[in-house]
């Protein structure tokens, strides 16, 4: 095997490690910020192969990738004017009768709902940096990833998560 | 001093340094005010931590060999295609084959219609032919030079980079970046695409121009006639300028973009560089 080959054989090794590592957690982050699975699946794999067709990792993968796909989230969004799936907003919430046999799946959805419209509410800053975090992204790549002051992202990320709770909290009031 | 909300919110999420850590939690010790602030804050992030997996749907299972083999299958020319060096270096660039391209080339194809290509002499021939040979993916424009395509060393420049190839440099945009031109050639200009990767890249082929980068800047010295320069740039940075001497040629503030010139129908702006 040539050197390029066994170059190119430990970068795909290396690549599919970071894959299994990260998709899970691109997927997670996608699908909550737009709601839809399907997209958040083809928009996280196809940062990934741009990373693979770049032919080396850059100096933090995690947070290149980040980037990428919030690029594609992003692009698709005004492109296609997606509109965010938010269940059942125009409708009042059911109320729940005692009575009623299986209340946990419309209660999941009522709550879904809730939880998606509080997100919704933050600005698209504070809803990446409350997902991302919540994946387990550290503070150097949120930083790296969304473009703001690393020695910023602790008090940013106060004030998001404060927001989310109060919006949240202005929901549920609202739904009574 | 009371510790601010920044330095609460890293105790709170491990992103102190060991003396920082130390230094808050001797605070912490003996303020009550600063200890329930930082309780309110830990039950927020609690709370946040039980209610954003309502928006959860299930893992889709996803093989990385298995996307990489369809890759490999349904776009050929997608291997692995370009190396970025370590910052200032030179490195030799590949083809890649993006699908806009492919849309593009057909669309020109077709523009061009049969009766263009059947004229005696007409240059469209050698046009179609160079584009047949892109598109398939020359193999040897897909490797290292000098490596394992067997091309002549008498064919390298001094740096060692073939002839044929780019050589340019790659930065991140930070909050505001600017690329500047100096030395300009008749007829050198600069061929700008909006990517959605998160680097700049600027590229000429290799000797046309030379880099410097600095904190936020690179300066682009172009050094032959008639060169173009590419820039791809990240299309959702903060702020990105182009600039010929002090003259701003190109601007682009997040999706926004100031220039004289218009995008062409593959998107990218052509910017003539010279007066």
């Known amino acids: 095997m040539s050197k390029v080959d066994e170059s190119r054989a430990g970068f795909r090794q290396e690549f599919t490690r970071f894959f299994s590592a990260q998709f899970p957690k691109l997927f997670r982050y996608l699908d909550r910020l737009g709601g839809d699975p399907g997209s958040a699946s083809d928009i996280a794999q196809e940062a990934l ?128 | 001093m009371h510790p601010d909300d920044e330095l609460l919110q890293r105790r709170l999420d491990g992103e102190l340094s060991r003396d920082a850590l130390v230094d808050v939690q001797a605070h912490l010790d003996v303020c009550s005010e600063c200890t329930l602030k930082l309780e309110r804050m830990r039950a927020e992030l ?96 897909r490797s290292r030079p000098s490596e394992d395509v067997g091309i002549d060393d008498s064919e390298l420049s001094e740096s060692g980079v073939a002839a044929t190839d780019h050589a340019g440099v790659s930065a991140l945009p930070g909050e505001a970046f600017v690329i500047r031109f100096e030395s300009i050639t008749l007829g050198s200009q600069v061929l700008v695409t909006l990517t959605d990767d998160p680097e700049i890249l600027v590229q000429a082929p290799a000797g046309a121009a030379g880099f410097t980068t600095g904190d936020g800047r690179i300066t682009v010295e172009v050094q032959k006639p008639g060169t173009t320069i590419e820039v791809f740039l990240p299309r959702h940075a903060p702020r990105i300028e182009l600039r010929v001497a002090e003259r701003i040629v190109f601007e682009q503030s997040g999706t926004r973009v100031t220039t004289d010139s218009s995008a062409d129908a593959t998107g990218r702006y052509l910017l003539p560089l010279a007066h």
């Open chain 2, 46 to 141: 609690e709370r946040v931590e039980t209610l954003l997996p309502h928006l959860d749907h299930d893992l889709p299972h996803v093989d990385p060999n298995s996307v990489l083999a369809r890759l490999h299958e349904w776009l050929p020319g997608a291997a692995i295609v370009r190396d970025v060096p370590a910052r200032g270096g030179r490195f030799a660039f590949v083809w890649e084959t993006p699908w806009r391209r492919w849309a593009a080339a057909a669309l020109v194809l077709v523009s061009f219609g049969g009766v263009a290509y059947a004229i005696p002499g007409s240059p469209l021939r050698d046009w179609v032919q160079s584009a047949r040979e892109w598109l398939a993916g020359d193999d040897r424009a």
């Open chain 1, 49 to 176: 192969v741009k990373l693979y067709q770049r032919g080396e990792m850059p100096d933090s993968p995690e947070a290149w990738t980040v980037t990428v796909a919030l690029n594609l989230f992003r692009n698709q969004r005004s492109t296609e004017r997606r509109r965010l799936q938010i269940l059942e907003s125009s409708s009042a919430p059911r109320e729940l009768d005692e009575a009623t046999a299986s209340e946990g799946p419309a209660r999941s959805a009522a709550q879904r709902d809730r939880v998606r419209t509080a997100l919704e509410q933050l600005s698209e800053r504070e809803r990446s940096l409350l997902l991302l975090r919540s994946e387990g992204y550290s503070y150097q790549q949120l930083a790296a990833s969304l473009q703001i002051q690393e020695t910023s992202v602790g008090t940013l990320l106060a004030r998001a998560r404060r927001a989310f709770i109060e919006r949240y909290g202005e929901n549920a009031d609202a739904s009574g």
